[in-house]
């Protein structure tokens, strides 16, 4: 097994977002809330951050930031400030109800998932492996004018193994090449495209799916590596996390739940090439979430997201649901490695695996949040991952996902103190979304 690993950080084509429209009142100036800017910084009380052509212009302590005559005000006193979230774990086009339907994917459906992140502070998604023209569509648009829902990052279509996880689910979506040099031409078109990432399932479910070959994983990897694009996988196995990344992997979804013992070289070359891992713990919880608790599925928040039909084809799986020890196991086992990792100084980002299997969007972000720190981060390291660290993980961290300036206007007020409870990330009180507050009770969710 290759010992070496690969330094070279990807450069990132980095092309800027566009700016909003400037605002004829010119400045934005929030004053008075405990500014949390997304780095793991300490909160600041009683701060002042100014707006600007949906750019943030100064952000710190009301004492070192004069606010500009012209500013329009909103006291905010009170309240809490953080980062826009991110969630580089998605799939677009699915009601997150009780099954993945292919058939559910339109371009109506991926603005209206888009918005039900945006209704819950995530403005910005990446959408990893089940993308279609409707939603790359969609991204190039929002690339030539400012975004008036969550930012999209896209995968396009994911590589898997013929007839490998998840073919069984969404079939011809996921790309199974049959060789090596299939593999190659088809990274080569989603480099056409322009994906913002590359997407590889790295699974055989335990033995009862086929699992993508190391060869055509090293060569996703190389012709990858050519055109710059970063590639992350779907794991579950360590000898397979280890091998993605000796061979240029740059990020992970899920977490290493066949073992508890982590090589500490491993982690720290983790921790050294700042790799994200991307633990998606909602997707294992998934399983006994709403079954063991079915008044979850009674929250307004529910509700707001889908339709009757689908709540109720969501209560009658949820009684039908029968959560498997084997699952309890692997998640306990992903939750403690998800700690180690923290520990290590992997950066943890934050995914819902929103719109797969009774996964709803934005609402299982927060739950994730929640996850992390049941798993041991503490609510600060919880927010940095949703923030900084996502960004990170999509190799924006200049533009989005903390509050500085320079950074996009992309903001949450929370009414109450996240920090003390990671659960009152739940208490959305406004959105900005490039410098714009976001109308959220008219986003059409559903
Ligand atoms: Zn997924």
Redesign the pocket.
């Given at each position: 097994m290759r010992r070496v690993w690969p330094l070279a950080a990807l450069l990132l084509a980095g092309c800027r977002f566009p700016s909003a429209t400037p605002p004829a009142s010119g400045a934005i100036a929030i004053t008075g809330a405990t500014l949390i800017d997304g780095t793991g910084a300490a909160p600041v009380p009683d701060a002042v951050v100014l707006i600007r052509e949906g750019r943030i212009t100064a952000a710190g302590s009301k004492a070192s930031i004069p606010v500009p005559a012209d500013a329009a005000r909103v006291d905010a006193s009170g309240k809490f400030l953080i980062p826009g979230l991110l969630d580089l774990?998605v799939?677009l086009g699915s009601t997150g109800g009780p099954g993945f339907r292919a058939a559910d994917y339109t371009r109506d459906r991926v603005l209206k998932n888009l918005n039900s992140y945006l209704y819950f502070g995530v403005t910005a998604v990446r959408s990893?492996?089940t993308e279609r023209d409707e939603g790359l569509a969609i991204r190039n648009e929002q690339r030539t004018a400012a975004p008036r829902t969550a930012r999209l990052f896209t995968a396009g279509r994911g590589f898997t193994a013929p007839g490998g996880h998840p073919a069984q689910e969404i079939g011809a979506i996921a790309r199974q090449p049959k060789d090596a040099s299939d593999a190659r031409r088809q990274v080569r078109e989603l480099a056409s495209q322009q994906v913002d990432a590359i997407k590889i399932w790295i699974d055989d479910l335990g033995g009862r799916a086929p699992k993508v070959s190391r060869g055509v994983i090293e060569a996703i990897l190389e012709e990858a590596g050519k055109a710059k694009i970063p590639v992350s996988a779907?794991i579950a196995t360590l000898d397979d996390t280890i091998h993605f990344f000796e061979f240029g992997g740059s990020g992970f979804?899920h977490m290493v739940r066949d073992t508890e013992t982590l090589p500490e070289d491993f982690v720290s070359a983790l921790r050294d090439r700042r790799t994200v891992f991307t633990p998606t713990l909602i997707r294992q919880e998934l399983a006994w979430y709403f079954s063991e608790k079915p008044e979850r599925l009674s929250d307004p928040a529910v509700a707001r997201l889908v339709d009757a039909a689908t709540l109720d084809a969501m209560r009658k799986s949820v009684a039908a649901a029968k959560p498997s020890p084997a699952g309890r196991k692997e998640f306990d086992i992903a939750m403690r490695n998800t700690k180690r990792m923290a520990d290590g100084g992997v950066p943890i980002a934050v995914g819902s695996?929103g719109g797969?299997q009774m996964d709803l969007p934005g609402l299982m972000t927060l739950r994730e949040c929640e996850l992390l720190v049941e798993a041991g981060l503490t609510p600060l390291e919880a927010i940095t991952a949703a923030t900084y660290n996502g960004a990170l993980g999509l190799g924006r961290e200049q533009e989005i996902g903390s509050i500085a300036a320079g950074k996009a206007a992309d903001l949450v007020l929370l009414s109450a103190d996240p920090v003390r409870d990671i659960g009152n990330l739940r208490k959305v009180d406004r959105v900005m979304l490039n410098g714009t507050w976001v109308n959220r009770e008219s986003l059409e969710l559903k």
């Open positions: 774990h799939h990893i492996g779907h979804l695996d797969s």
